[in-house]
Structure formats: C-alpha cells, structure tokens
C-alpha cells in the first residue's frame, strides 16, 4: 500500500504513514519523493564529502544513523530509504521529518530555512526567522491568536521569482514547550500529541491540516528573532545585516559544503535579500513576554506592512 | 588499506573509529558556579588573543552543556532525546570536536563529576580530555554571588543549590533550555567529586589566590595545561581582565551570559563578603554540610 502526501509543495509517495504531511490524492507533475522501509546500504555509492558520527553525504546521497534508532538513506532528490533499528516510530520520523527532507531538498537545489510565520491576508505571510528555542512557533502562536492564519511552524523554503520572494510551507504541524501551551488560549489541551511516544518529553504537537496552504505564498516580510537584553525592541534591517541573519537561518547549514551547495546559497541569499524587507526583534531573555512581543510585530511591523501596501 | 573517505560504513564501529582516533584537545574548564570560571575565560581570551576583551565573544569553545554541540556535531534537535541519548550523544559530540580541532578546546562545565546510571561510564568522556582545570571559591562567598545571579534569596540559594545533594541546573527532564540539565550536588560533593576521580588529570585554582597572587596563580595554571606564554602576556591578560574592568565592560556593552536581568554578571567579585552579609546561622549552615571540602582547601 502507499500513501500520498505534499510537503513544500512537493509529492511523496509513501510505503510508511507519514502522519504530519498533507494527504493528497491528486496526480502532480512535479517528480515525486519516494519513501519506503527498506535495508539501507551499508555506504554511499559515490566518495563522502563529508563525515561526521550520524552524518556521511556528498552532493547526492546522505547516509544518517542513529544508534539504536534507524538508518536513513536519501538519493538524488528523489528517494528516502528508512531501516529500523528497534526505534520508536514516532521517533523515528522525527528524524525523517527534518534530516531526510532537508538533504532531499538539497539535492533538489532547494534550500530550507529555519521559519515560521503567519498570513497577513490571503495571498501574503510574514516569516519569522530564529534557531531553535528562541521562540518561532510561540510567536507565531500569540499572533495567531490575534486572528492571523498558520503558515508553518518550524521551515518553508523560500525562492524568487519576478522580482517578488514566495514561500512553501513545510507541513502542517505545530511543536511547543508546554510553558508556551499555558501561555496561549487558541491551541487546546485535550489536542495535544505526544512527539515521542516512548518516553516524556514537555514539548508537543498541534496539527492543523485543515488550515495548511500548500502552494506558493508571497513573503512580505522576515523578522528574525532574538531573546537577549531586558526589553522589547524591533529594529529594520539593512540588506548587509538582513544577509547575514538569513544566512545563519538556514536549517542545516552545516550541510552546505559538504552538498556543494555554496553557490546556490549565495544566489538564493542575495535574491531574497534584495526583495524582501527584514527586521530583528529581540525579546527579553528569561521572561515569558510573547504577548507583549506579539503586540509589538503588530503594531510596529503588520501594520507598517499594511499601511505601506495600501499606500502603494 | 581503502581511505576512510571513499570507504566509509556507516554503522556502530563507525562511531567506536571515531572514539580510537580522537585527539586529547579538550580542556575543562569545571567549576561549581560563581567560582570565577567566567574570570579565568576572559584571561584565557586575552591571553590567546593577545588583544582587549569583547566579553561577548570569548574565545574559549563553549559549554558541554549547550545543547548547541550535539544539535551541530550529530545533526540532530537535542529538545527530543531522552536522558540515556544525551549522556552518550554528549560523549560522541566532543570526541567528535576534539578529533577535528588542531588546536586545544577550552570548554566549560558545570557538572559535577557524575557516572552514567544507565552504563556506568562518566558523562564527561575522557578519551577527548587532555586534562581539567578546576576553579573553586570559599562557598561562603559563592553563596552571596549565587545570590546576584540567579535573583534567588540567600537562604533559597544555599538550601536549592550549595546544601542540596540532588542540586543541579535545569531539570533532568529535557527542557526549552539552550542547555541540558548539569548535577552539582552539594558544593563539596562538587569539588569532591573532581579530586577523586582518576580519569582526567586535574589542576585546582582556588579563586582567592587568583586575587591574591594573580601573576603565580595563572603562571601555573597555564603551564598546567602545556600551553607556553611569556610572563609579559600573561601579565598582560591579568591587567586586561581584572575585575573592575570586566565590571566596566559589561556596563558599556551588556554581557550576554547574565540571567539576572535585574543585575549585573560582574558584581562585587569580593573575597570575604560572606562575613559582613551573612548570619552566622547561615554560615554554620553552608559550613556544616560542606565541611570535608572546606578543610580540604582551606575554607575553615
């Protein structure tokens, strides 16, 4: 039996229930990514690029293992094979979910970014930019309490064409810390998923697949986020600075070398940069402020976005 | 024999290779907090740098606690593991970063020498480990300093933290912290815990003699790691970091470690305070549950 799905836009047929992607039964033109169980090789068909302890993988294939858990094998931007080694399941396409879709990607010429965001109106979001645990997917939440839809929680990836920067979300779901959960009222409790089955952890998943988006969206605007210092303060961005923030957002960056995908990140950098205006705000470190800070990308970012679009 | 590069396996030995051809680069810098681990990174800055400080751009190699380490080195995110994967991810991630660097890591740790409970190994790898430096500071004081930089209560301090056996930072459970849980235990039980141990090689530092006797002090404890220095650079990286001019650097420019925001990182950095800011019930308090160490390295 497979099963069909979209993620980033992308078809994937599926021998293995893939649960936080969008079931989709239709015929698309774009060249599917096959995923199935199966026994990975034992290496790469052409010589590493680069080694690292889970991580083995030149410009076509990666080979990722985790101990104890499964082995991953990703080839030519169009095949993911899966071997259990006695792990979770849920566990287990934790690690599908973000290494074996970002290397596809990037065998695809497509660069995954660290994002999350939120529609403004139909047809236009605001990203937010920020590593982990600085508070993306809250953001995202308290401004989606204020009426604005779900983009993505957790990576899209971004291209431009014609002069405008668009978006694909990467699949409907949304993880927070249980601090974040008791921080909002639009995400209820009794929905909550466990991310691991096998063992507790304090974070969760939302799913909200009746809401997801899966084509293309404009991007008005990225706001890379920051938690340090003692208060709020939203600043814009000067293309040099707005370059160098949206380069150290790039899930899995440390993969880029070894994919030769250096010139690739210099064309997408540089393109986006130039058609999209960007901002740093910054948070307070060690105080629970995402109200507050969702108060103040409204008031000083939304809005300004508003005002400029209507004006124009 | 095939070259790795072209013939690598990826399977369980891969990793063991790993561990077999790892270079000794690690340099601990373990400390129980506020024990002037902070100071001495400065002063190593300086002193590899050769030039003044940017408090927040040290150059020593971060935390083993970051979570940051295993998420880059094992391309992975540390938020969903379980306890029994951390410690051993931890183990694979600095070996991994000691056999890449051609140069000595300076990495700070707060934990407490601690065995694993689910294989009996330590949590800190010694394959990776030249050796340790150890900064300890009369607990007396790092109660007060502790104090500032937690903005706990004296008396929560010392009962969480310094008398507490099961003392850590952050819950055992994995937490939206950039860090992973750290056991202290007892101020004693941490000092005890590095002086027993026979795996790494350690050089203790108390902090009052880093004040008292600066230039000998900070000699010995860079010849402790092999590293050569003129006494003229070191001198210098002494000036450079003295405390009243950290104070001032983080004034001007903020220090991004701080957590109390209602405070400063750099903040009194007294040898002595507790005698002036502490009860005596206080002190026969920290005094009684911390005695073995005290003695050991004149505190009592």
């Known amino acids: 039996m497979s099963y069909k799905y979209l993620a980033y836009g992308i078809p994937v047929i599926s021998t293995i229930p893939l649960p936080a992607f969008v079931e989709w039964p239709d015929e698309i033109a774009a060249k599917p990514i096959f995923v199935s169980e199966r026994i990975v090789p034992e290496s790469l068909q052409t010589p590493a690029l680069e080694e690292k302890p889970f991580s083995t993988f030149n410009e076509n294939e ?32 934790l690690y599908f979910y973000a290494n074996c879709m970002a290397a596809v990607l990037f065998q695809r010429n497509l660069i995954p970014f660290h994002l999350s965001g939120v529609f403004l109106n139909e047809s236009q979001v605001l990203l937010f930019a920020a590593p982990s645990r600085i508070g993306k997917s809250t953001t995202s ?51 909550k998923q466990s991310i691991r089955t096998d063992i507790e952890i304090d974070k969760y998943e939302f799913t909200f697949h009746h809401q997801f988006v899966t084509e293309k969206v404009e991007v008005v605007g990225i706001v890379f986020l920051e938690a340090e210092g003692n208060e709020i303060r939203i600043k814009k961005n000067k293309p040099n600075i707005g370059i160098q923030y949206l380069d150290n ?22 393109g986006i940069i130039n058609t999209v205006p960007t901002w740093i705000a910054t948070r307070p470190k060690n105080e629970l402020t995402f109200g507050r800070f969702a108060d103040a990308i409204e008031k000083q970012i939304i809005e300004k976005i508003k005002n400029y679009e209507f004006a124009h | 024999m095939s070259s790795p590069t072209n013939n690598f396996v990826m399977n369980r030995e891969t990793i063991f290779l790993h561990d077999n051809t790892a270079l000794k680069q690690i ?44 998420e880059n080195v094992l391309d992975l995110n540390p938020d969903y593991l379980s306890r029994r994967q951390i410690e051993s991810f931890q183990r694979i991630a600095f070996t991994h970063l000691s056999a890449q660097s051609k140069q000595k890591l300076f990495v700070k740790i707060h934990d407490a020498y601690t065995y694993s409970e689910f294989d009996g190994l330590p949590l800190i790898p010694e394959k990776p480990t030249q050796m340790a430096i150890y900064l300890l500071r009369n607990p007396l004081d790092v109660t007060l300093s502790l104090s500032n930089h937690t903005g706990k209560s004296i008396e929560k301090t ?24 750290q056991p202290l ?45 003129s006494d003229e650079r070191i001198q210098f990286a002494i000036s450079e970091t003295q405390f009243e001019k950290l104070q001032k650097k983080e004034q001007e420019k903020g220090f991004k470690e701080n957590q ?34 005290m003695r050991r390295f004149g505190y009592w």
Not at chain 2, 271 to 277: F, M
Request: proline share 4%; with cysteine; net charge positive.
């Open chain 2, 158 to 181: 010392f009962q969480k933290y310094l008398i507490n056996p099961a003392g850590s930072f952050l819950p055992l459970r994995n937490s939206p912290s950039k860090q992973f849980y």
């Open chain 2, 27 to 70: 340099i601990w810098l373990a400390s129980y907090p506020k024990s002037g681990n902070t100071w001495f990174r400065s002063f190593l800055t300086v002193l590899l740098e050769e030039k003044e400080i940017d408090l927040n751009q040290m150059k020593t190699n971060g935390v083993f606690s970051g979570k940051y380490h295993v």
């Open chain 1, 62 to 93: 990666l080979l990722y293992l985790v101990p104890d858990v499964a082995r991953f094998y990703v080839r030519n931007g169009e095949e993911i094979t899966i071997e259990s080694l006695g792990g979770n399941w849920s566990e287990i396409l």
């Open chain 2, 260 to 293: 109390n925001s209602q405070s400063h990182f750099f903040f009194k950095g007294q040898v002595g305070r507790w005698k002036e800011e502490l009860s005596q019930v206080q002190i026969e308090y920290i005094r009684r549950i911390n005695e073995p160490m």
């Open chain 1, 249 to 270: 957002n790039i899930y899995r960056k440390q993969w880029l070398n070894g994919m030769k995908k250096q010139f690739l990140q210099f064309e997408q950098l540089t």
């Open chain 1, 141 to 191: 939440v308290m401004l989606q309490q204020k009426g604005y839809a779900p983009f993505t929680d957790d990576t899209a990836i971004l291209r431009v064409e014609e002069g405008k920067c668009f978006a694909k979300a990467s699949y409907p779901m949304i993880r927070l810390w249980q601090n974040s959960i008791d921080e909002q009222t639009i995400l209820k409790e009794s929905t």
């Open chain 2, 185 to 229: 235990g007892t101020w004693s039980m941490h000092v005890e815990s590095w002086l027993v141990q026979s795996q790494i090689p350690v050089h203790f530092v108390r902090y009052e003699d880093m004040k008292v006797k600066p230039f000998e002090t900070f000699k010995a404890a860079i010849a402790a790691t092999g590293l050569v220095f």
